[in-house]
Nanobody, 114 residues
Framework: QLVESGGGVVQAGGSLRLSCAASGRALSSADMGWFRQAPGKGREFVAA???????IYGDSVKGRFTISRDNAKNTVYLQMNSLKPEDTAVYYC??????????WGKGAPVTVSS
């Protein structure tokens, strides 16, 4: 089970940190990712961190967002800086244990006001 937290409302230019806590299985053996879905749009890849620590970012968030993981706490984070109104979306955490995004959280809403 994946549970996101840390969403909320922030002004443009502000920051938020999302957390994704896992229960039932260790995250250390999984690739972890963040995705988002804005109102009326499809799901968009935001960032991923592989089980080996390789970081991957979507073009729209490069230089502003940072993904990290704490395997001891079984938690993945998404630090979001310099937020823009177009970052407004529901943010989802996902885990890849065997070649696809097998597990998903329920999402954390983020609203960036202009």
């Amino acid at each position: 089970q994946l549970v996101e937290s840390g969403g909320g409302v922030v002004q443009a230019g502000g920051s938020l940190r999302l957390s994704c806590a896992a229960s039932g299985r260790a995250l250390s053996s999984a690739d972890m990712g963040w995705f988002r879905q804005a109102p009326g749009k499809g799901r968009e890849f935001v960032a991923a961190i592989t089980r080996y620590g390789v970081l991957i970012y979507g073009d729209s968030v490069k230089g502003r967002f940072t993904i990290s993981r704490d395997n001891a706490k079984n938690t993945v984070y998404l630090q979001m800086n310099s937020l823009k109104p177009e970052d407004t979306a529901v943010y989802y955490c996902a885990a890849d244990l065997g070649g696809s995004w097998d597990y998903w959280g329920k999402g954390a809403p983020v609203t960036v006001s202009s």
